[in-house]
């Protein structure tokens, strides 16, 4: 209780920003009006993105989500509501193929819109970085730090509004479950049972059973490889037809449709049930194709 009582206050604190007389730039709502980019569009582009200039993007997949406020208070702090989210990844004594794939990769977003360069100070190193008319960035550069060398890539999105959830659960919730489901789709397809156990309440389905021998779950690791080798990897691309169980700002448990994007398959829409595991962190409960 104590936990919900926090997730609570912390949302009422955000909403609270937007009244802030000390804030610079457009707000929460005028974003919705003018460029209509919410948290969650963003944040499927920032992984389109990223996926896509990645050498390794079925592990970039799994990369922590980063909320920047676009926004300065009184105390020249950063606030939001709106939100600027960056992901990236990096890659420890990257190859001299895996750095020139991926600078093909970065000239290669031209056709996507990246065109504009970003001034870095890459004093020297490798990389560049590259803007689209949106405001969305990604890029890359080589560092050599302590007798290694690192290859890191990023993306970066313009800011983005919340969302109202009109008298549903506060923000936190639904982010939360879109975390456990983009988990568990980057466990998928880099074939970690592991991993997926981690986010996952217990069986997700006949096919996806953690309580056998572990011959069983080898069998299991082997068949979720076949399935990424045969798809590509998979990203989530929507999230839709919400049911909220329990408290309407806080609730329990909740189902939805997901729909999945693969590289050589066409979309999957599954039917996911969650759960709230502990104060605020859900898992993944049933996970079916529809």
Known sequence: MRCRRLLIALALAALATACDPYRRGPDNAEILQSTG?????????????????????ARS???????????????????????KLSAGDRFTDPSPELVDATETALTSM??????????????????GYRRDGRGFEIGFEVRDTDGKR?????ATTPCAAEKSTG???????????????????????????????????????????????????????QAMAADAETRGVGRVVEITSFRWLGDPMLPSAASAVVTVRYQRHPDIRYRAEYRDWSGGSWRLCAFDPI
């Open 37 to 57: 980019l919410t948290v969650e569009q963003a944040e499927y582009a920032l992984f389109d993105n990223l996926l896509a200039l990645s050498p390794h993007p």
């Open 110 to 127: 031209a056709e996507r819109g990246f065109t504009a360069p970003v001034d870095k100070a890459l004093a020297g190193r490798r990389g």
């Open 167 to 221: 008298g549903g659960p506060i923000p936190p919730v639904v982010d939360a479950v879109r975390l456990a489901t983009r988990k568990a789709v980057h466990a998928f397809g880099a074939a970690d049972p592991a991993a997926l156990r981690g986010v996952a309440c217990g069986k997700l389905g006949e096919r996806v059973d953690f309580a056998v021998p572990a011959d069983e779950r080898e069998r299991l690791r």
């Open 61 to 83: 997949y799994g990369a922590e989500v980063t909320r920047h406020g676009c926004a300065t208070n009184a105390s020249a702090r950063t606030v939001g509501p709106l939100w």
């Open 150 to 154: 690192y290859l890191s890539v990023v």
